[in-house]
């Protein structure tokens, strides 16, 4: 009874990728496997795919940000993707600048009716060029944006079988994202005591240290100052919040009956390009008394 349910669920199941191992339920490899990451390159975004068939079929095409719901009903399908390549001109082809294809195939645009939504097609030349065949994995697929559009990593790719005879002959699968670490980040600020407190304001210059595997430009953020006491509104000046800003400028001040003096703590955040982020702080202090400069 046991072996007869089994084999009933995976013909139901299908393409959905779970198969009945002995020990129970378990997740197996999807026929085709599309990969993403991101990278920061001159002001731009950069999204780099990678396609495994893992299937006994040929590929021929590949359709990032379009979802079919593995069904033949066009009416539920989901366009995702909101921001164009960089360049694009309404036009069905990319600038070379702004993408890239492997070898033998193409990249091109597609777009709803009204224009809101769309979709990128890496697709085969022609019939003399090279198919993604079974255990082949591509990469060398890149679009370029002007700006970060999530619905390029958490979308889905829309994947043709152009020989197969059987249905379906095509698959729809969620995009795995390949990077899903932050980046290491560090802060160091000079100088890092203020003294003597005398409520004058004091530059502060911040260094930045990061790193990550994937992007080499993360996105550095100011994310907050906050101070051990209560502030003045004039105590904390020319620091723009949620921008790269490294320079700024603090006021010598504390309260007298503070033994502990004031501690200013800066926080920074770097955010990699697949949406990774990491936060760092570090302090400036006044001290109570010139012993604990």
Do not use: C
């Not at 709803?112 to 990128?120: A, H, N, V």
Request: no cysteine; hydrophobic share 35%; charged share 20%.
């Amino acid at each position: 009874m046991k072996k007869s349910m089994a084999t009933l669920m995976l013909r139901l199941i299908g393409w959905a990728g779970l198969v009945f191992v002995s020990t129970g339920l378990a997740m197996a490899q999807p026929p085709v496997n599309v990969g993403v990451y991101a990278e920061h390159r001159g002001g731009k975004v950069v999204y780099h795919y990678r396609m495994t068939n893992n299937s006994q079929d040929n590929i021929a095409s590949v359709r990032i940000g379009y979802d079919s719901k593995n069904d033949d009903d066009n009416y539920n399908t989901v366009w995702e993707l909101l921001e164009p390549p960089s360049g694009w001109l309404l036009t069905g082809s990319i600038p070379p600048a702004s993408a890239t294809s492997p070898p033998g195939w193409h990249v091109y645009v597609i777009v709803t009716e009204d224009g809101e939504t769309l979709s990128i097609v890496w697709k085969v030349v022609d019939k003399y060029s090279p198919r993604l065949l079974p255990s082949q994995t591509f990469t060398g697929m890149s679009v370029m944006l002007d700006k970060a559009d999530a619905n390029y990593i958490t979308g889905h790719a829309f994947i043709r079988f152009p020989d197969k005879i059987q249905k379906p002959a095509s698959l729809t699968v969620p995009l795995e994202r390949l990077d899903t670490t932050p980046p290491t980040l560090s802060v160091t600020l000079n100088p890092t005591t203020l003294w003597p407190p005398n409520d004058k304001l004091v530059p502060i210059t911040a260094t930045i240290t990061v790193k990550d595997d994937y992007d080499p430009e993360p996105e550095i953020k100011l994310e907050s100052i906050t101070a051990s006491e209560t502030l003045s509104a004039d105590d904390i000046q020319d620091a723009q919040l949620g921008t790269d800003d490294r320079s700024f400028s603090l006021a010598a001040k504390r309260a007298g009956n503070n033994m502990a003096g004031r501690i200013y703590t800066v926080t920074y955040s770097s955010t990699d390009a697949s949406g990774n982020k990491a936060t760092a702080s570090a302090t400036v202090t006044v001290p109570h008394d010139q012993g604990k400069k």
